[in-house]
């Protein structure tokens, strides 16, 4: 049975999924030249785009090293040692409640809003990233949708410490020199390597919800707070899962139970082709209250006083 917590009331406005809005998280996989793929064919001899290299005869663009798969078991207090891991997980789409507030979130109305998902859980895998790559669809299916909802981990705490007492923590002396070691070693070009997150408890009120699509795979962090994959509108979705893992259930995978309170409005523009105007819409309103909330903490922070 898994540890709960207590729970903030909280309506997520759902955001964009981008590499720049989740880079503290994990990293975006997608062509970042989907538009330009899908217009013309690779012509010979051109030159290809600066972040990627010919290959299969000039047919086709490589981009490398789009993401990380590095294994952390070795700061597991087993000393159990992780393998590669590849499943498959069949999702099906994820039953939305109907809510009666005027307002469901922020920016979004009742009459925008299909239904209500509640937050009931969340997990890490502590010692490892995990990556989640939709197959068997088109990446402009406007039915293939899903959400990557994401926490930042807090610092640890008397109350984290009685909370997760249950699960196995990582070697903090190891772990240390793991930060040093890798802040000292970014390689240009590549996505940010993600580190192990501490032991804390996830920090609820900086909680964030991503609307994602079928060009777009998602590594979540080693230790990364996330919920449950949650697929929206009519159809299933096969993913393809990567991560590492050793056998020790602490190890590979700890949960928290959530009080309920915290939730996220799907628009009814999801997977309705004739809504994708519609939905554009609603996102970029989100995304301009995010910004607005930014400018206001960082006036009432003082940062901006000469």
């Not at 307002?103 to 998902?117: A, L, N, P, Q, V």
């Not at 040093?180 to 390597?193: A, D, E, I």
């Not at 590492?244 to 700890?254: F, I, K, P, R, S």
């Amino acid at each position: 049975m898994p540890p709960s917590m207590p729970t903030p009331s909280m309506r997520l406005d759902l955001e964009s999924l981008t590499q720049e809005a989740f880079a503290t998280f994990g990293v975006v996989i997608e062509n970042p030249n989907a538009i330009a793929s899908s217009l013309r064919r690779i012509i010979p001899g051109s030159p290809p785009p600066l972040d990627a290299v010919l290959a299969n005869q000039g047919t086709a663009l490589k981009y490398q090293n789009v993401t990380w798969m590095n294994s952390f078991y070795r700061f597991a207090p087993s000393g159990h040692t992780g393998n590669p891991v590849v499943n498959m997980f069949v999702c099906s789409p994820r039953e939305l409640r109907p809510d009666l507030l005027p307002f469901t979130s922020h920016t979004t109305t009742r009459e925008e809003t299909e239904g209500i998902f509640d937050i009931k859980i969340l997990e890490r895998h502590p010692f490892t990233p995990q990556t989640f790559i939709p197959i068997g669809i088109a990446s402009e299916d406007p039915d293939t949708q899903y959400l990557v909802i994401v926490v930042p981990t807090m610092e640890p705490s008397q109350e984290s410490e009685k909370i997760l007492s249950q699960y196995p923590e990582p070697q903090h002396e190891r772990l240390h020199f793991l930060r040093k070691l890798v802040s000292s070693t970014q390689s240009k070009g590549r996505p940010q390597m993600q580190t192990l997150q501490g032991p804390g408890l996830p920090d609820l009120e900086k909680t964030r919800a991503f609307l994602a699509h079928g060009g777009q795979a998602v590594t979540y962090g080693a230790g990364t707070w996330h919920a449950p994959m949650v697929v929206l509108g009519a159809k299933s979705i096969d993913f393809l899962v990567m991560q590492h893992a050793n056998g020790v259930d602490l190890e590979d995978c700890q949960e928290v139970e959530l009080e309920r309170g915290m939730s996220v409005a799907i628009p009814r523009a999801i997977g309705a082709t004739k809504d994708a105007e519609a939905l554009r819409a609603i996102l970029a309103r989100n995304e301009e209250r995010r910004r607005s909330l930014r400018l206001l903490m960082y006036m009432k922070s003082g940062k901006h006083k000469l």
